[in-house]
């Protein structure tokens, strides 16, 4: 049995759809813990580019049981735009499950969430307006509205009708906007989840039963660790937990069975939306990663803000989650830059530290210690084996291996599902590829 956690380690957008693209293809269960579509994987194989939202990575396989978590925040008319365009390319969707525990984005969640960002004006913190975080904080309120609600028609009416009247004194009294009709909403929102209750089940029994028979288990991620609720850059973070951690409650799979937890870490920096991020560049070569990287958010199309490889954040990473492993994407596109530099530590007010403060005003204040690393201007994207390597990559690679206290067992150089570079053998094996 095998039970793998691929989880993001830095702002997101570190490549977590093509790393778990590849562990997919072994996999007998892939499932999408947490986060709803303000998220998204970008994934390259032979059937195509797919940029995924909702729908686990691993529906590429066929023999794969793809599961939409407890976790997750379900806009249910973004699930079935990304399955029409996935039938649309030929890719089947037979194998996805719902659970009936995850909380839907209702209309009133995506109007609530714009309406907000345009109070905070110049304080907003950057939200995709997909009605996320309202939706979580239904969940926490106790007021949310479950995909299983969606299986007894009359008690979602009533539901609806509840929750509508509560949102509509909120959306007068704060927004000054008009109110909404609850009948419409429900009904609205009834008709256009049809196909999509074949999908709804039970899926905790599924998962466990899978556990129970040692098959093997891949839990996607969705955002990044320095994201997360709890641990993230408060409050420029999203509102679910983006963890090894958090992905376990959101598949509902015990810690004492994950057997795998891989972190994925860009091989430099990006960030989209508001917060700090201590390495941003603002010069030629910031401008360069973004465009020879294709910087842009998967969701979005926002561009995202790119930087030197924060170091002391992706220490921070790897405490919160306890990683056993490091996959390092993107390391083709430092091939464009002539001389590197690795954030070894921060200075705060004067003092140097080596940790990342809980306050994003103290955050923002720090600034980056640099180590110089010597660059390479040979192009990555042909090379297959470790010892092919330019030696200033290798020692790009070893010195962020000593920096994160972890082994890279997995190095991408390019966006193709075989542009990849394996040093784990237990990865490897995996993905039915040798490590070289």
Not at 51 to 75: K, S
Not at 367 to 384: H, I, Q
């Amino acid at each position: 049995m095998a039970v793998i956690a691929v989880v993001g380690g830095q702002w997101g957008d570190e490549g977590k759809g093509k790393i778990v693209d590849q562990l997919a293809g072994s996999a007998q269960v892939v499932i999408r813990a947490h986060g709803g579509d303000n998220a998204g994987h970008t994934v390259v194989n032979a059937q195509g580019k797919f940029a995924l939202h909702l729908v686990p990575a691993g529906i590429f396989n066929p023999q794969a049981l793809c599961i939409i978590g407890a976790g997750v925040a379900l806009n249910p008319a973004s699930l079935l735009q990304e399955l029409d365009v996935l039938h649309q390319r030929g890719v089947s969707t037979r194998n996805l499950l719902i659970s009936e525990r995850a909380h839907l984005v209702m209309p009133y969640h995506l109007i609530l969430d714009a309406a907000e960002e345009r109070r905070r004006g110049a304080q907003s913190i950057g939200t995709t307006r997909r009605g996320i975080g309202p939706t979580y904080v239904d969940k926490s309120s106790r007021i949310g509205l479950r995909a299983g609600d969606l299986l007894d028609p009359q008690g979602f009416r009533e539901r609806v009708r509840r929750v509508v009247e509560q949102k509509n004194a909120l959306l007068h009294a704060l927004y000054g906007l008009e109110p909404l009709d609850a009948e419409r909403i429900a009904g609205e929102s009834l008709e256009l989840a049809q196909p999509l209750l074949p999908h709804i089940q039970a899926v905790e029994a599924v998962i466990h039963e899978a556990l129970d028979s040692g098959k093997t288990i891949l839990m996607e991620g969705a955002n990044g660790t320095l994201l997360d609720l709890d641990h993230g850059t408060y409050p420029y973070v999203t509102t679910s937990s983006p963890t090894v951690a958090g992905m376990c409650l959101g598949a509902g799979i015990g810690p004492r069975h994950i057997t795998h937890a891989l972190g994925v870490f860009k091989a430099y920096c990006t960030r989209v939306g508001a917060g700090p991020m201590p390495t941003e560049l603002f010069d030629e070569v910031g401008e360069a990663l973004r465009r020879e990287g294709h910087e842009f958010g998967t969701t979005t199309g926002r561009p995202r803000r790119c930087g030197w490889f924060d170091a002391v954040a992706s220490r921070h990473s790897m405490r919160v989650n306890g990683f056993d492993s490091v996959a390092l994407t993107r390391l083709d596109i430092l091939s464009s830059v002539e001389a590197l530099r690795i954030c070894v530590a921060y200075e705060l007010d004067g003092a140097r530290v080596e940790h990342m403060p809980a306050s994003a005003e103290a955050l923002a204040r720090c600034r980056p210690v640099y180590e110089a690393v010597e660059g390479w201007s040979t192009p990555l994207t042909g090379l297959r084996s470790w010892r092919h390597l330019p030696v200033q990559a290798q020692r790009y690679v070893r010195r962020i291996e000593t920096l994160l206290g972890a082994p890279v067992g997995l190095i991408g150089v390019g966006e193709n599902r075989d542009e990849t570079i394996f040093t784990d053998r237990s990865l490897a094996d995996l993905c039915a590829l040798a490590v070289s």
